[in-house]
């Protein structure tokens, strides 16, 4: 498996400490009871990362935005899991992020 991320931080950490050490945890829900290696994290974060770039390609917002062009996604996601993959998600894509927790 070959995963493409943009060498910025954390991807690079990311990739280095999956590649280190494949089977250490790094994240704990404690909500939802997951966990994950940094391999588990960063194949969660590409997933979504396809699916948020197809829907991002779908809306006709982007279809006038040039691509240099700031694009900024809002994300409302309960602090965990969920809130870590979509945000890295984001980033990966290039985009900044505002974000609302409850």
Known sequence: MH???PP??????L???AER???KVILRDHSTGVTATAGQLLYSVSLL???LQAAIRENEIYDTKK???DRFIFLIA???WYYVVSMLSIFSLGAGMSS???
């Open 3 to 5: 995963l493409t991320f």
């Open 8 to 13: 910025v931080s954390p991807f690079p950490e």
């Open 15 to 17: 990739i280095q400490r």
């Open 21 to 23: 050490n494949p089977y």
């Open 49 to 51: 990362r396809d699916k």
């Open 67 to 69: 691509d240099n062009e």
């Open 78 to 80: 309960p602090p965990g």
């Open 100 to 102: 609302q927790c409850r």
